[in-house]
């Protein structure tokens, strides 16, 4: 579908009409929407998983995780939508009794979302199911840099949903401009910070709501009384899952310089027992994005000359694969440590106290994680106090994105709103309050003239 002139005339209205003719407020829309996404997906695995495969070189395993994500969020919506919905009551002053308080969620109406290329499917369709439990209407559109998916998830959506519920719009950043300048309702995107905020600029023309999930320099603190082998195997796992090409991948490592060069150690025998000895050429190390690749390859060759890679270091051109590689860094070394690496690269850095690395990680922008290995319930509660992220993860890494019910979301430069279970729900729909007042007890004392009230007010509210 192009955009054209007649698009926002005719086919979001058509979208919007559809909520406003009230019919999505009913639960079994939301719970029969749902369950289409839920059926498309069952029905279409294999063109799925081989879509992803050609797009991004993904492994079975990581084209099924994308899948088997949005299956949990659709299993926990439909047992605990019904409790969503319900209007909540909200407590009313005695002195304005007889009276009486509550907040209902309605549909915003449509809602754009931009899909990123790492993981094209997930963050099309997870949010998508929060969207429909809201009971709104929705404009897709897939990354350009995934020609296979997109193709598929446009051919897909147009077979299973009808063009007043969810439309698919293909094509580059200059239709996504188009795009963002219609009137939706509300936006989701999933990205870089520079796109996020290129977006939020655009969306001010319209006032449009935004939800952004953006980049994230994920720091890692490893603390002396980690076990350091299931550290190692998490953070080896998590890090070069889709090649670091994951927002919540760990970013850097900050590890006590007593257990430094142990615990490389335990990395490096991680990554050949999961990649082998050529890891190039693994199934399970997928592609990096092409200006991802060259990004990447120009901090490699920067390390190699100053001869401080520690692990790893080949890459393809070819296969646009870098090897799980580990660097030597240094805490001064803002230019790596403030930057979302978003590939197969992992700077380890010797650390004399847990205070080096908070100062750095405060220094930064606010991540969308933090993970900590070790420590004890006050080190851990420390951190949290003085430091700002999205989220923080102890003993784990990737885990808060696994969890359907847990808010995701950043703060500050890695995002702004959340979603993933009930907060997606709320974050699609428009919180309205509603409050009722009786006839009886109409006291004059709220009228003019306002004289007789001081007395009043001076007592209930002793100013």
């Not at 420390?382 to 359907?404: A, F, Q, Y």
């Amino acid at each position: 579908m192009k955009i054209s002139d007649k698009f926002h005339l005719e086919d979001i209205n058509k979208l919007k009409n559809t909520v406003l003719s009230g019919k999505t407020e009913d639960v079994k829309w939301r719970i029969q929407h749902i369950n289409i996404v839920s059926k498309l997906l069952d029905e279409n695995k294999k063109e799925i998983i081989k879509s992803l495969s050609a797009d991004l070189g993904k492994s079975e395993i990581e084209g099924l995780s994308e899948i088997l994500l949005v299956k949990e969020e659709i299993s926990l919506t439909k047992k605990k939508l019904n409790s969503w919905m319900r209007p909540k009551k909200v407590d009313t002053p005695f002195y304005l009794f007889p009276s009486s308080s509550k907040v209902i969620y309605e549909p915003l109406g449509c809602v754009l979302i931009l899909g990123p290329y790492n993981y094209p499917l997930l963050y099309l369709l997870k949010p998508l199911v929060n969207i429909f439990s809201a009971g709104n209407t929705a404009v897709l559109k897939p990354s350009e840099k995934c020609p296979e998916t997109s193709k598929l998830i446009k051919k897909l959506t147009s077979k299973y949903f009808h063009k007043d519920v969810l439309l698919t719009v293909e094509g580059d950043y200059k239709q996504s401009i188009k795009l963002i300048d219609q009137n939706f309702d509300h936006i989701f995107f999933t990205g870089s910070t520079e796109t996020g905020k290129s977006i939020m600029k655009l969306a001010s023309k319209n006032l449009t709501p935004l939800t952004l999930e953006l980049s994230g320099t994920n720091p890692v603190i490893i603390f002396k009384n980690a076990n350091l082998d299931v550290a190692a195997k998490r953070i080896v796992w998590g890090k070069f899952f889709n090649s670091g090409q994951s927002c919540m991948a760990p970013n850097h490592i900050f590890v006590d310089k007593e257990i430094e060069n142990k615990f490389i150690e335990k990395l490096k025998e991680c990554i050949v027992s999961f990649y082998g000895d050529n890891p190039i050429i693994s199934e399970n190390l997928s592609r990096l994005e092409k200006k991802q690749f060259t990004s990447s390859v120009e901090i490699l060759k920067k390390y190699k000359k100053e001869k401080r890679i520690l692990f790893g270091g080949t890459f393809s051109k070819k296969k646009l694969k870098i090897s799980p590689t580990i660097l030597r860094t240094k805490l001064n070394e803002t230019d790596i440590l403030q930057k979302e690496l978003f590939s197969s690269l992992l700077p380890v850095i010797g650390i004399n106290n847990k205070e080096s690395a908070l100062k750095q990680i405060n220094q930064t922008t606010k991540p969308l994680a933090i993970y900590l290995f070790g420590g004890n319930k006050k080190i851990h509660n420390h951190i949290s106090k003085l430091t700002s992220s999205g989220t923080i993860c102890i003993n784990d890494v990737m885990l808060p994105v696994l969890i359907p019910n847990l808010p995701f979301g950043g703060v500050g430069q890695s995002g702004i709103g959340r979603f993933h279970g009930e907060e997606g729900f709320r974050n699609f729909s428009n919180q309205k309050s509603i409050t009722f007042k009786g006839f009886l007890f109409d006291s004059n004392l709220r009228y003019p003239p306002y004289e007789r009230v001081k007395k009043f007010l001076k007592f209930i509210f002793q100013v």
